[in-house]
């Protein structure tokens, strides 16, 4: 672990950045599974001129200098955008960064490197076969999954690399690894963060976001990508109505998830917020609705696939194909049927200031039995999906925050609001955050 490790940005706020950026480096640089491309030089110049700026004393934004990984989906200009494959390695170079990326840069941030991620951004579990697997730090005794597809993304945060990690979220993918290593993952309303320059899984679902060791360095990140800094009111915990969703998200859900969501509700129930068990129909017919991604990603990936499939995660192209079948008018008939969804949706959410539910219904399993057994890895990367992505149905917002007793394997708790409602679900999430982590 580097000085980075369970520090907060703003507990941050006085160190020097050109030691703290060494020290990362040299951790990125043991664990290079975790980065398909480091910019060691680069996030040196940018910490050193945040700390001149800091020796004159100017005034320092709170992100300058600070190592923030950026995961391979995403542009950097001059550079060849692969999003974890080997397929796309000579295509042409992108010709600027991503507006998310910029807008990192513009506040100061160091670039520590593109962070792995699964291939094109399709599972859940975080196992790539070209730059392989990062293995979850939460458990030094077993190379476990980090969770995907943003999996170097929240090793990178999670083992202390980075104050925080720019990653995408089309179904859970950065809530997933946030869950199963122990930090924060905030994923907004999708149109709030600009999603040019990502390359492309569901133009329906993609959403732009971050992760980091807190709410409230979350919501900075957030601030700084949407280019709108949220007001985020001081919500006490007392009195807030968390509607537990008994449809659907609790099912099949591992022994110590069970335990740790559990412990977690009385924790709340006994700081005063009302915890209610509520049925929400709705989420039945998640499933059956959910089917843009390969749809959509086929769309993309049909000429590559047909020319280069070999050179595949079969895994990703086998799901990717799923999406051949959906023909135009299905897909319309989709895109209704999902409005119609959310609106309903919507109603049954609104007596409540927040749902909350596990973040995924698992712990992480052992890499190698992912890898083993086919049925093993898609049995996984269904439960890690089910939950997270009812919320990108939903066009809605989430966090997930960590649940678990310390020691444990780490557990996700939800917290999940209606689209639009970042800053209120930002304020629910933290009073919770401050419930959980209280002595």
Not at 17 to 23: G, I, K, N, Q, W
Not at 360 to 385: M, R
Request: proline fraction near 7%; include cysteine.
């Amino acid at each position: 672990m580097t000085p980075l490790a369970n520090r907060s940005i703003t507990a941050l706020a006085e160190q020097p950045r050109t030691v703290l950026l060494e020290a990362c480096l040299a951790e990125a640089e043991k664990s290079r599974s975790v980065f398909t491309t480091l910019y060691p030089e680069a996030a040196r110049a940018t910490a050193a001129y945040a700390d001149a700026i800091r020796a004159a004393q100017l005034d320092v934004p709170p992100l300058a200098g600070l190592p923030v990984s950026v995961k391979d989906l995403f542009d950097i200009g001059g550079e060849t955008t692969l999003a974890g494959s080997t397929v796309l390695k000579g295509a042409p170079p992108a010709k600027a960064d991503a507006p998310a990326v910029r807008r990192l840069r513009m506040a100061g941030a160091a670039i520590i490197g593109k962070s792995n991620m699964t291939e094109f951004a399709f599972s859940g579990v975080g196992i790539n076969p070209h730059y392989g697997t990062p293995a979850n730090p939460a458990d030094a005794t077993l190379a476990r999954i980090p969770g995907g597809s943003s999996s170097g993304a929240a090793v990178s945060v999670a083992a202390g690399m980075c104050v925080a990690a720019l990653g995408s979220d089309t179904g859970g993918s950065i809530r997933i690894p946030a869950a199963l290593c122990g930090i924060v993952g905030f994923k907004p309303t999708a149109r709030r963060v600009p999603t040019a320059g990502a390359l492309p899984l569901s133009t329906t679902l993609d959403t732009v976001c971050a992760m980091a060791r807190s709410v409230d360095d979350c919501i900075l990140v957030d601030g700084i990508i949407a280019d709108q800094s949220l007001s985020i009111p001081d919500l006490p915990l007392a009195g807030l109505r968390l509607g537990v969703p008994d449809t659907t998200v609790l099912d099949n859900l591992d022994p110590h998830v069970a335990a740790s969501f559990s412990a977690a509700l009385t924790r709340l129930s006994a700081a005063g917020a009302s915890v209610i068990d509520a049925s929400f129909t709705p989420l039945a017919e998640a499933a059956a609705l959910n089917r843009f991604s390969p749809a959509e990603a086929f769309a993309w990936h049909r000429t590559l696939l047909a020319d280069r499939e070999a050179e595949y995660d079969f895994r990703v192209a086998k799901r990717i194909k799923l999406g051949s079948g959906l023909s135009a008018a299905d897909y319309i008939d989709l895109h209704a049927k999902r409005r119609d969804w959310i609106a309903r949706m919507e109603t049954a959410l609104a007596p409540y200031d927040a749902i909350i539910m596990p973040t995924v219904p698992l712990v992480a399993p052992p890499i190698a039995d992912l890898e083993a057994s086919e049925d093993a890895f898609f049995k996984a990367n269904g439960l890690l999906l089910r939950n997270p992505s009812t919320i990108n149905l939903l066009d809605g917002c989430a966090v997930s925050l960590p649940c678990h007793a310390s020691g444990t394997l780490p557990v996700g708790l939800m917290v999940a609001g209606p689209a639009m409602s970042d800053a209120r679900i930002l304020a629910v999430a933290r009073a919770i955050e401050h419930t959980l982590h209280a002595a």
